[in-house]
């Protein structure tokens, strides 16, 4: 039953969220377009292994990159704006990398959780700076596994974050991830594009906080 009612749920947030778009008359190469709605652009593309696909989501951000690098990296603030996440907390800062472990709820499923080595690089570009992180998982330096958590072995993904004007950014999110248990298809589908859609989303109204805005960012 349980699984009965997340697949409804899912359903009808599909119906609500993914209206006819028209594709991107730009190609990438290998990546084949889902969707355009909330101003965000979902693209998959097939992998071999237990993820099956890769997922990439480009969006408009209305702030500066290093604005919204700025949030993307305050790891410790997740549990107050990024969906789904029911723990999060930094384990070692590194010159080169963050250590982090994550506890993910969703409806209707076992917690998940994972521990991820986040590396971050950044350049100069016309128009500002651009910025690029990019995360794996390295369970075996984090936390033990926890009853009824369900310990997720595969999540590799990057933010690219470009600048397109003083206080605009174009940010591409990319993700390959195990959901870690048996889940059909069509709801990791579904579940994953509703998921990228709310970051973007919570992205979007987290960059309006003022401590984001100060004269060090």
């Keep these: 039953m349980k699984l009965l009612r997340l697949l409804l749920a899912l359903a009808s947030c599909w119906v609500c969220t993914n209206l006819p778009a028209a594709e991107p008359d730009t190609p990438l190469g290998d990546w084949k377009f889902i969707s355009g709605n909330d101003n965000v652009t979902l693209y998959r593309r097939p992998r071999s292994g237990p993820g099956h696909y890769e997922s990439k989501a480009i969006g408009e951000i209305a702030a500066s990159t290093e604005v919204v690098h700025a949030v993307i990296d305050d790891v410790e603030s ?44 950044s350049k100069a570009v016309e128009g500002g700076t651009s910025y690029l992180s ?7 330096n984090g936390p033990p596994e926890k009853h009824g958590v369900v310990r997720v072995s595969l999540c590799e993904g990057s933010w690219l ?3 397109t004007g003083p206080q605009t950014t174009r ?3 990319t993700i390959y991830t195990d959901s870690g248990s048996a889940i059909p298809g069509f709801i990791k589908n579904v579940g994953s594009q509703i998921g990228i859609r709310k970051i973007f989303a919570a992205l979007r109204k987290q960059v ?9 960012n």
């Design 171 to 173: 940010a591409t999110y």
């Design 78 to 121: 997740y549990m107050s704006f990024m969906p789904y996440t029911a723990e999060c907390r930094v384990l070692k800062r590194e010159s080169d990398s963050v250590l982090t472990y994550q506890r993910i709820t969703a409806p209707f499923v076992s917690d998940r959780d994972y521990t991820l080595r986040v590396r971050v690089s």
């Design 208 to 216: 309006r906080e003022p401590k984001y805005n100060s004269p060090k």
């Design 161 to 163: 974050l470009e600048p």
């Design 134 to 140: 990019r995360w794996e998982t390295e369970n075996a």
